[in-house]
């Protein structure tokens, strides 16, 4: 029973790079949450996805962070030209989107910034 | 803006302490609160409150919503060195968005044996 599969674990990149995360969800779960949590802050909503669908991205920046979940295949999160304050750890978490089900977390994408 | 806080942020006890971590909320669409364990670091559910189950018990931890004073405890009896983790409370509070949770900065307990 595979819980939320985040890979890399680790990510490197140089400002101006592309970092592209990738999040397997619960089998049978088809809703996907990100969340980001910068050092020494709590972990930051950013959004919330069906299949090929986004229902909620208000928590994320306007500029260069994308994300969809393909019909098959895992979800990403695409942040394009990344700058030095976009280094945090990324977590993914999923639910089969009942109202009041807990969600399951990743072990997150730890995303640096050279 | 939805707020939730954690106190206190740090807390360092011995083994077999008893201790009493607190987390308040401002929302304006309650739904349910939520405390994580978060070791190393993939957040581990411990427990969800609603207005219909406002006490959860598991082994030695504990937790109470008081929806009244827009807060909630979680109680550790006879910690352990394993129970150091950072305690995350969140509150889901996204109108239609399930599983949009505000979470707090966080409670970093260290156990020392």
């Known amino acids: 029973n595979a819980g939320v599969m985040q890979n890399p674990r680790h990510l490197v990149r140089r400002r101006g790079q592309e970092a592209r995360l990738r999040c397997s969800p619960v089998k049978g779960h088809s809703h996907v949450y990100w969340y980001r949590q910068l050092p020494e802050e709590g972990l930051k909503f950013m959004v919330y996805l069906q299949k090929e669908n986004i229902i909620d991205e208000s928590g994320m920046p306007k500029e260069r962070f994308s994300a969809e979940f393909p019909k098959e295949g895992p979800s990403i999160l695409r942040i394009q030209q990344v700058v030095r304050g976009d280094s945090a750890a990324y977590f993914c978490a999923s639910s089969g989107g009942i109202a009041n089900e807990k969600l399951f977390f990743g072990s997150g994408t730890q995303l640096s910034v050279l | 803006e939805d707020k939730v806080v954690q106190s206190p942020l740090s807390l360092v006890v011995h083994e077999g302490d008893t201790v009493t971590l607190n987390c308040s909320y401002e929302?304006?669409?309650?739904?349910?609160l939520l405390w994580y364990k978060q070791e190393k670091k993939a957040p581990t559910f411990l427990f969800m409150l609603?207005?219909?189950?406002i006490e959860k018990k598991s082994g030695r931890l504990s937790s109470i919503l008081d929806k009244k004073e827009l807060s909630s405890i979680l109680n550790i009896t006879a910690t352990q060195t394993g129970d150091s983790a950072i305690y995350l409370c969140a509150v889901d509070a996204g109108g239609t968005s399930y599983g949009k949770l505000t979470f707090g900065q966080g409670t970093i307990l260290t156990v020392h044996p």
């Open positions: 929302v304006t669409n309650f739904r349910s």
């Open positions: 609603t207005s219909s189950g």
